[in-house]
Every structure is written in C-alpha cells, then in structure tokens.
C-alpha cells in the first residue's frame, strides 16, 4: 500500500444544509434526491464547497434535483429509522456498518450503475472490499478513507524535551513520553477515549496494535476474542498510565470531540487520530496553533497494524430505480470524480483555499492506484494550506503496517460494552482486568447469538 498526501474534503464533508437544491415542488419529470453529507454552518468552507458541488451537478443533470440533510449515523437510532423508511435516498454510515447491511439486504447493490462510470475498474480494491458482498456487488462509495496514528502536539514535545519530529513508534515509548509531558508541561501527555462507543473503539485499536483481535470466526460463526493477552496487555498499560504514571489527567470520559476540543487548546500531548482530525481542530475548535498539529504512524506492540476506516455512502433498499441512478450519479460527481480527475480536485481545492479557515491537502488513503493520486496530489499541491512535513511521519510509517477494519459483526454493540471495561480501567485504580474482559466477552456473545436469529 502506498500513501500519499490526498485532497481531504474538497466538498466531500458531512452534515446539514439550507438553501441547497429546490425545496419547493419541482418540476414534472424531475428526479428529487434527499442525501446526507453536508458540513455544518461551523465548517463554512465546506458548506459553501457542498453548495457549489450541488449546483454544478443539478448544471449538469437537469433532471435531478439533490436536497442535503441534515441527518448524522446515530447507532441508537439508526437502524429503527431503516426499517420504517425514514431516512434519505443517500445515507452516510461508519465503516462498521455496510457488512451488516448487506447481509440483512437493507441497502441496494449499486454495482451495475457503478460499472458505468469510465474509472470504475480503477478504484482502489482496499476500500471497496468492506462494501462489497461475497458475490462481489459493491453497494456503496467511500469518502476519505483513513488510517489510524498517533496525533501528537508539537509544542508540548518540545516543552517537555522532546523531538517533534521523531514520534513514539511503540507502546512503550509512548508511556515515556506521556509521562515526560505531564510531568514537564502539566498537561495530559495521553488520552484515551471512552464513551459513546468510542472507548471500545479505541481499544481496539490498541488490541490490533498488540496483535489481538475483537472477533473470530469460529464454524462459520462470529464469537467475541478479545478476553485473550494481547487485550490484556493493551488495557494494563492503560492502567498504569493513568495510576501509577499519573500521565493521562483527571478528565476520563471523553469523546472524539472532548478529545479534539482539549488537544486544540493545547491540554493534550498525545491522542490515537486520523490526520483528519487536523480539520476538526482547527474548523470546529479553532487550534490557533495549527503548527503545534503533528501526526505519526500507530504506535506498536508486536501487532504491526493500524485500524481503517471511514464513512461510506449507501442507497437504502426501498429507493426507487429511478432514484438509486440518480443516487449514483450524485455519489461518483460528489465523492469519486474529484478524488480522480486533477482537474476537479484543483479547482475545489482553489474554492476551498480562499477561506483562511480551511484545510487544503491533509492527507489521506488513496482511493484509486498510486499513479491516479499522484496526479491528484500534484494539481492540489499549488493550494495546499496545511504543513505537509508535520503529516511526513504518518506518510512514511503507515504503508509498512498491516491495514486491519474494524470488527466485522456488531461492532457497535461491541464497542458499547467495551465501553464500560475502558471506562472502570480508567476511573477506578482498583479495576480488575481480567474480570472485566471476561464479563465483556459473556456479554458481547450473548449479542453476536441474537444477532444471528
């Protein structure tokens, strides 16, 4: 695998959106599309990027008429939402989520209309795999797919006596360090996330890491794995990071956001990110100091691997044909053409870098082969705002380590209840380890057998 400095976002963000399509009736013979994706009023770059990209497509497609939501993947919810047909013609979901989907036949194979774009056979297979069924239909179109690393803060280190350029590449080196920052600078030297099903998130991670794993197929079947050493080992070093090193502050419950938020304002030395993450501290929580953003490959154990991932575009079962290809038309325009043709992706990348408060050439995995994405990098390159040399170690490391998705049944449900064992670990000094993953594991199979009525 190759890596190499992609386009994030060039109007391929997420949230709500006013004023873009035709909210009043529209005309006979039109094709009205409902879809997620759409960044929020904080993100105005991006807004005004979605609202250009819907206007350029409805130029180009006069019979289709797209309507952002306003709608975000809120797992509780999500699926009661499916199945009573109350969501968009185009849903944004998790990497967890499209194997599941698939395989209850909840969301529509989108290979035929997919197979008619010109440079559908060039898409990258990696980050097709995890929409695609046995059969090889593929349902969907990723955006921005990532890896995992270590988001470091540049300034902290070099407070703390540290090398800003050269970051943690083992577990072992990364408790050093926290422990060097927090007793240096004051600050966090680590966090590790916790709630909202991101702790389990998380821990696995640290489990791939190490070289565990969350579930195995066991007879065809999917079992919880992950009350074994490698887990072990992960959430001790937690343990003694937080109790007997002192190193990862008084707040434990976080989220991503909590996360991003304390690591803009400078509270936090250490956190398990995507470079992507860049745009939410500087867009969302307005990071000052952006140059302090640095980023390396995920820290190791003996595991040589990092977790992928991503959001992904799907097209709900009940949607009408004539619908679905109009979904189609609206997700290779949106999301595959400007990661292709370098023409597209600098003239978004232009419109983006006019706003001071954008984020223009963070990187990511590529979505088609390497020769595509270094033309793609090359025209982006003349408005890339972003310091690409803070991004070099994520660059450099990444492509030797295994890339590894997320666990491929529930995984949702699985993180919630690993939840709480990253949560007792973090907040209770006493917390046995193994009692706890061995509580986690009677209860995760309880829900892989009931996910399998």
């Known amino acids: ?100 989907l698939i395989a209850r036949k909840q969301v529509r194979p989108l290979t035929k209309e997919l197979s008619g774009w010109a440079h559908y056979k060039e898409f990258n297979p990696q980050v097709l795999l995890p929409l695609s069924d046995p059969a090889g239909d593929v349902y969907g179109v990723p955006q921005a797919p990532f890896a995992q690393g270590l988001v470091y803060n540049r300034d902290l280190f070099t407070k703390a006596g540290l090398d800003p350029d050269k970051p943690p590449k083992t577990w072992d080196e990364v408790r050093t360090a926290a422990k060097t920052i927090s007793d240096k600078t004051g600050k966090a030297g680590f966090v590790h996330q916790s709630k909202n099903n991101q702790g389990g998130w998380q821990l696995t991670m640290l489990a791939y890491t190490h070289g565990g794993e969350i579930e195995r197929e066991e007879g065809g079947e999917y079992v919880a794995a992950f009350n074994a050493d490698p887990v072990k080992k992960a959430l001790t070093m937690l343990k003694e990071m937080r109790w007997t090193d002192d190193s990862m502050g008084d707040a434990q419950l976080n989220d991503q956001n909590d996360v991003i938020k304390r690591f803009a304002a400078g509270e936090i030395g250490m956190y398990m990110g995507t470079p992507g993450t860049y745009r939410l501290a500087k867009m969302t929580y307005g990071m000052e100091d952006t140059d302090a953003f640095g980023i390396g490959p995920l820290p190791q154990a003996g595991g040589n691997a990092s977790l992928t991932g991503g959001d992904v575009y799907l097209v709900p079962k009940s949607v009408s044909p004539d619908k679905a290809a109009a979904a189609v038309k609206w997700l290779l325009f949106a999301y595959a053409q400007p990661q292709y043709d370098p023409a597209t992706a600098a003239s978004r990348a232009k419109e983006l870098a006019a706003d001071p408060k954008s984020a223009v050439g963070v990187p990511t995995l590529p979505m088609f082969d390497a020769a595509q994405q270094s033309k793609i990098d090359e025209a982006v390159l003349p408005y890339v705002n972003v310091k690409l040399e803070h991004f070099r170690p994520w660059l450099d490391g990444t492509p030797a380590l295994t890339l590894r998705p997320e666990p491929p049944v529930q995984a949702q449900q699985v993180y919630a209840v690993l939840d709480t064992v990253v949560q007792a670990v973090l907040t209770n000094k006493d917390a046995s380890v193994d009692d706890l993953l061995a509580k986690a594991e009677t209860d995760v199979n309880t829900k892989l057998a009931a996910a399998r009525q």
Do not use: H, W, Y
Request: hydrophobic residues 35%.
């Open 1 to 100: 695998m190759k890596l190499t400095a992609g386009l994030l976002g060039c109007a391929v963000l997420a949230s709500a959106l006013a004023g873009c399509g035709s909210p009043t009736p529209s005309e006979p013979g039109t094709v009205v599309i409902r879809v997620q994706g759409m960044p929020p009023a904080t993100d105005k770059p991006g807004l005004d990027g979605f609202k250009k990209t819907v206007a350029d497509f409805e130029q180009q497609n006069p019979g289709i008429k797209v309507q952002g939501s306003t709608s975000v993947f809120d797992p509780l919810t999500f699926s009661a939402k499916l199945a009573g047909g109350k969501v968009e013609e185009v849903i944004k979901v998790p990497l967890t989520e499209p194997q599941g």
